[in-house]
Every structure is written in C-alpha cells, then in structure tokens.
C-alpha cells in the first residue's frame, strides 16, 4: 500500500452525504449539526483543537465555532453553514479561517453566515418549520442557543413567527449512516490500519527492559507522524507488568524490566478515521513458558473470532466462541476448575475476561451504531469492528504465582466483505514465534 501521500475525503462525499440525509427528513424540516468548541487546556493554551465527528462526517469543515444547518422546505432542499468571519487580525494571532466568502464554493453549500449572526438569522430560517431535528447533550453550546433561539422565537409568535412544533434527536440517521462505510472510508481505515501496524512494529523493536512505558508512545507516534497520521486515535495504553491487568491504563510512567510482557493498545488517527490495534510481547524478545500459555489462548480465541466475524454472523455468536475457548484454556491451566459449560454459564471467567469481544470503528474509536441487544445485529459488508480478546490474571493469593499479574489482549480491525472479512491490521505480527523473530532483529 502506497502510504507516501496524505489521503482526504473527497469534498463531494460530504455533499452526498447531506443530501442522503435530507432525504430522510420530511418535507418543512430542519436538522442543525454544532460543531466542537476549543477546550482549555491552561489558562492561555487550549488542546489541540478536534472537530466533532458528526460535524466533520457532513461537513469536512475542521474549524470551531460552526453549525450547520440541512433544511428542507418550499425553497427545496439546503445546506446553510454558520462559521467565523475572516479577521485579520485574529487570524494573524491565531491562524487562518476559511470565511464566509469563501465556504459555499469550498464546501459546495447553498449559503454561508457568520456565525457573528446566528442570533438574528437562525429564528428567521427554523420560522414555519414543522420539526427541528436537533440531538441534545453532545454540543452544550447547541443546546443552549437552540434553547434561546426557541425563547426568542416564542417572544416573536405576534409578528407571526411559527415555531417548530416537533423536535426529533438525528442521532438514529446519522449513527446508521456512519456504521456502513463508502470505499472512500474504507480506503482511509486501510491506511489508519496499516500505519498503526507499522508503529506496533516499531514499538516491537523498540522495546528494552530499563526504558519507560511512555518511550514506546513516542516511538509510535513519530511512526505515525511519518506516514501523515498526526494523532493518536485515542490515548495509548502502554501496560508493561501488572498494569496490563488495568483495562484503561493510560499513565505510561512505569519503567519496564526484564520479564515483563508489555501490552500496547495504540492506533493512529489518519484523515479523522481510527486505528485500534492491541499486541502484547515480552519487553526482552522471549516469552516466558507462562506467558506463552496465556498467550497462546488468547490467539487461539481471537483467530477463531476472526474466522466467525464474517457477513450474516454477530460480535454475539463470535464471541460465544471465544468463551469457549478461553474457558476451556483456563481449565486447562488449573486457574478454573468445572465443566466448560457451567463456567459459561456461571459467568465465571469475569474474573479474567470482562470487556466485550469488539465495537464499531470509525471515525470515533468506539463508533456509533446500534448492536442489537447483546451484540447479536447481523455483520453486514461495510461494517469496521475491531476484534480484541483478552485475558487478564490478577495478582492474587489463589492464583499459581507464575501466572499472577499477567495480562494479554490482541486486538486487529476488521472489515466486513461480502465474502468474509478483511483484517485491516495484520502487517503487525501476532504468533509467538514471528514476534519473537521480529524483536531478535531489534534496530
Ligand atoms: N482502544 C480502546 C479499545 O480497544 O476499545
Ligand atoms: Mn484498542
Ligand atoms: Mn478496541
């Protein structure tokens, strides 16, 4: 895969998008959509600033401070963006802006306010409407000026102004949207996945006992920098030790030692879309025949799930299997004592097994998009999902000491086809015997 250039949407997608949606509205609606805000960081710095997913998914627009609104009536169907009026002098100080002159044409939508002007515009263009279609608690900002343009609206009903009567959550349309991905996605999340392989890669080579966990974060993100990826998806989770027992361990401040296995759970955010890749290694390059055993149930568990995460299946029936597998492999082990199926049933393995199998990935790390009760909605081709088992022996008395504190999950994404599937992550080695080849090559 060609990785040597930075791949984006094309503008046209986002279009096409807005109007998949419009044409889910009834006639004499309007959908509003608010962008994300900057968050503060200290007292004269913000985080780097992250569009809205949803926002981005029907805008392509990364600036703050932005709505959009998708309006169907007598005039036809529209697409209308509040944003940030250029300003020299703010620009020069804090960085371009697209402006109001220039969106329609760039972001090929009917018309452009500044969002200077929302307060006047916006009850002018909801008046008649019969439903507004707005989702509440994701943009606090949203709510509060769609909460003030209604008062103002209300305030208005003598000159004649008609508010919508019916106000309907999108969120059902858009997350159905955004779970089925289009060949543009699908191309972006080969790259996500690709180049988070490659950074596990790194990391893999990379790893030495004596070096802190958050060493092997940098590693991967300067490998993710390389190929045009400029974030993580998501916070990595580098877990050497016992800290791979701690599901969301984000500190990275241990200093790994020789012995331990380190679990990486770290993928990159290319073009908006996630990586989620999960390895688990020994930081010197050699399992240990404790960590092999452990190991070999996960891989054993996840390759079986990857051969039952296929067009018709569920997360559900894959990961009955995967159960299976882990509990027999615990058994086996002595750290469960019973018969398989009443351990199953029991829910025994809770214990050392408590997250689900997988989620949907996309432009959020864990996407939207309904999963049925238990996980059992039917895989169908364009779906992302990740596949991950884990293990996870805690450090206590019962448990045989060589066991104690070891924490195992392998973690690929997968894309559903109509044939099967496609394991958007497997340039990153998950046998013990090829990471252990890998790591013998350390650089
Ligand atoms: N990286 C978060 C997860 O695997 O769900
Ligand atoms: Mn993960
Ligand atoms: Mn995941």
Redesign the pocket.
């Known amino acids: 895969m060609d990785l040597s250039y930075m791949a984006e949407m094309p503008i046209e997608e986002f279009q096409q998008r807005r109007a998949a949606v419009l044409a889910q509205l009834p006639n004499n609606s309007g959908l509003l959509v608010f962008s994300n805000v900057e968050q503060q960081r200290t007292a004269s710095s913000t985080y780097p600033f992250r569009q809205d997913n949803y926002f981005w998914y029907l805008t392509g627009f990364n600036e703050p401070n932005a709505i959009l609104l998708l309006k169907k009536s007598e005039l036809g169907e529209q697409s209308i963006l509040f944003l940030r009026p250029s300003d020299p002098l703010m620009e020069t100080w804090n960085g371009r802006r697209l402006g109001v002159e220039r969106a329609p044409a760039t972001l090929h939508l009917d018309q452009a306010f500044s969002i200077d002007e929302v307060r006047q515009q916006l009850p002018q263009l909801l008046n008649g409407l019969d439903t507004l279609y707005h989702a509440e608690e994701m943009q606090a900002w949203g709510d509060e000026l769609v909460r003030q343009t209604f008062s103002l609206m209300r305030t208005q009903q003598r000159q004649g102004m008609k508010i919508p009567t019916t106000q309907v959550c999108w969120r059902h349309i858009l997350d159905e949207m955004r779970l089925f991905k289009s060949d543009n996605e699908i191309r972006l999340m080969q790259q996500a996945g690709q180049i988070s392989a490659l950074a596990h890669i790194r990391a893999m080579k990379q790893a030495r006992a004596q070096r802190f966990e958050y060493e092997l974060a940098s590693e991967m993100l300067h490998e993710f920098n390389r190929f045009g990826a400029r974030w993580e998806a998501?916070p990595a989770?580098i877990a050497s030790g016992e800290n791979a027992c701690i599901l969301h361990y984000t500190e990275n401040d241990r200093l790994m030692q020789d012995g331990d296995l380190v679990l990486i759970?770290a993928?990159c955010e290319f073009a908006m879309y996630a990586g989620?890749i999960?390895r688990t290694f020994p930081v010197n390059g050699k399992f240990s025949p404790a960590q092999r055993e452990i190991y070999q149930i996960v891989l054993d568990a996840q390759k079986r799930a990857i051969e039952l995460l296929v067009n018709g299946s569920s997360i559900k029936q894959a990961n009955d299997e995967v159960l299976r597998i882990k509990v027999a492999g615990l058994v086996r082990l002595g750290l469960l004592s019973g018969d398989v199926e009443t351990l199953i049933t029991e829910k025994a393995y809770t214990r050392f097994y408590m997250h689900s199998l997988g989620?949907w990935l996309g432009l959020d790390?864990?996407d939207v998009g309904s999963y049925g009760v238990e996980r059992q909605r039917e895989l169908q081709p364009g779906m992302v999902v990740?596949v991950?088992p884990g293990l996870y022996i805690p450090n206590a008395e019962d448990i045989p000491e060589a066991y104690r504190g070891i924490g195992v999950r392998i973690?690929d994404d997968l894309l559903i086809t109509e044939y099967g599937n496609k394991v958007l992550t497997a340039a990153v080695p998950k046998e013990i015997a090829d990471i252990e080849a890998l790591m013998a090559q350390k650089d």
């Open positions: 998501y989770i759970d993928g989620d999960t989620h790390v864990h990740t991950e973690e």
